[in-house]
């Protein structure tokens, strides 16, 4: 694919992040690039003032950096700021930051050169993959850490995996055939500053939940069909009445999965109940407003993915610099922490269809906890209970990151967004749904129906059960 500085689509992203597609820079981003990058170089040549390209940074913006110290300035800000903590990113995750952070840079608003972003395509065509710890970004002056770990694998020094192998950061380079760059003045500022890392970790979580909307409502379906429920709920003419696209979504797709159901037809007549429970009836709307959040999500992120949010800015058609505040991650923070909320909220409704099934008292007369013995054999009775603490877990994790705030910087940096807390609590909830839309699932293996995941080919063991389940 050719980056040109336009909206990347989260399927785009996975699409280099995880199946690793060939990423190039087109020709007029690269003349936008050198434009932006003459501004710079003229600023220099006559000595004049700009925050960022010749004085320190955030509290220290008023200190003058002299001429033959401004490379020197952006290796120790790219050093200084490479203090990440924990487990590193997986290695699609930094894929979809690298790409993301070029695909910025060739809006030619960050006075970078060429070479920088040509770096960091061929660092993500030899695969070559920083070693960045997930924890220590705030999301303002954007993933300032995490940022800073992929800078410095680009000038050869920390750490990065080559071909999956951990190696020093040189080595990575030099067994892909690349050799390190030497940052000049402002480009270490400008890899630095920017939400790539909350938007490669949100993203990809991001994609995963979409995925999962489709799923829960295959399971929610399974679970109508053995409680012996009615899809009457789903009618078209009702989702009309209240036109919420999620909503029409995910009641066009339960209709679909539950056309021509004998199971529907052998309860049709002498039922005496008139209606389902809300688990059952409701999962339109309940599973169709996850939909539409995630959608939002979405949205967010493709504007995002086109937006330059280092700073200062450079502006070649006047030759202006100006500072301002792009990098704040509060758009991505806000609706990263929605998609949580949302998710659990999918969750919750699934526990409750699990509960329908395997408890004796609600499960329309199916066997107690699906056990073919009850009594002599526990059926299905803890992994109800193992879909509760999930979901325990996913609501605590649901609180948001995005109302919280410490001042960093000196009281510089006043208001921080704490996106990546954000997208990483995130990443955790989508982990506990993939596993919680797996157990309601599961109850329905003794009808040898067939059961799906989205994970690939997974094993999954409850008990004495261990079933495969299927991408769909």
């Known amino acids: 694919m050719q980056l040109n ?10 699409a280099v992040a995880l199946e690793g597609t060939h990423v190039e820079v087109s020709p007029p981003a690269r003349l936008r690039v050198l434009a932006s990058r003459k501004v710079i170089e003229d600023i220099i040549a006559r000595n004049a003032v700009v925050y960022g390209v010749n004085t320190g940074f955030g509290k220290l913006a008023d200190v003058r950096i002299e001429p033959d110290e401004l490379r020197e300035l952006q290796l120790n800000l790219v050093r200084s700021h490479a203090c990440g903590i924990g487990n590193p990113l997986s ?4 894929r979809a ?60 020094e920390g750490a990065s995996f080559f071909q999956g192998q951990r190696v020093e950061g040189r080595e990575a380079l030099r067994l892909a055939g690349l050799e390190p760059v030497l940052l000049e003045a402002k480009e270490g500022l400008a890899l630095l500053n920017g939400t790539q890392g909350m938007h490669a970790v949100g993203g990809l979580s991001i994609l995963r939940a979409q995925r999962l909307t489709h799923v829960a ?28 696209l999620g909503q029409k979504a995910a009641a066009n797709h339960l209709l679909s999965l539950l056309q021509s159901s004998e199971i529907r037809e052998s309860h049709r007549k002498d039922d005496p109940r008139v209606q389902d429970a809300y688990s059952l009836r409701c999962m339109p709307q309940v599973h169709g407003a996850v939909r539409g959040a995630l959608s939002h999500c979405a949205d967010v992120l ?9 700073n200062p800015l450079v502006f070649a058609e006047t030759g202006e610099v ?18 949580a909320i949302a998710l659990t909220d999918l ?12 408890n004796p008292d609600l499960n329309e007369g199916l066997p107690a906890f699906l056990a073919r013995n009850p009594g002599k054999q526990s059926g299905f009775m803890i992994a109800h209970v193992a879909a509760v603490s999930l979901l325990n877990e996913a609501k605590v994790l649901a609180h948001p990151a995005s109302i919280d705030n410490v001042p960093t910087s000196g009281g510089k940096e006043d208001h921080v967004s704490l996106g990546m807390t954000s997208a990483l609590k995130l990443r955790t909830i989508v982990d506990l749904a993939e596993n919680h839309a797996t157990l309601e699932r599961a109850r329905h293996s003794h009808g040898n129906m067939i059961l799906l995941s989205t994970r690939g080919w997974n094993v999954v063991d409850t008990g004495r059960m261990s079933e495969h389940f299927r991408l769909i």
Do not use: W
Request: charged share 20%; proline share 6%.
């Open 347 to 358: 969750m919750s409704i699934s526990e409750r269809r699990i509960d329908r099934l395997v």
């Open 302 to 310: 493709l504007i995002e993915s086109a937006s330059a949010t280092d």
């Open 322 to 339: 100006i500072s301002g505040g792009n990098f704040h991650g509060a758009p991505l923070a806000l609706v990263l922490d929605y998609a």
């Open 217 to 244: 409502d295959v399971a929610g379906a399974m679970s109508l069909e053995a409680l012996k429920g009615t899809p009457a709920a789903f009618d078209p003419r009702l989702q009309e009445a209240r036109p919420h």
């Open 97 to 156: 930051m690298m790409l993301l952070r070029a695909n910025v840079l060739v809006l030619g608003l960050s006075g970078v050169r060429f070479e920088i972003i040509e770096m960091l395509c061929q660092m993500l065509n030899h695969r070559v993959c920083p070693v960045i710890p997930e924890k220590g970004s705030v999301g303002a002056s954007g993933d300032l850490a995490s940022l800073a770990h992929l800078a410095l694998s680009m000038i050869g």
């Open 5 to 14: 500085g336009g909206p990347l689509p989260l399927s785009v992203i996975g």
């Open 91 to 94: 290695e699609p995750e930094v």
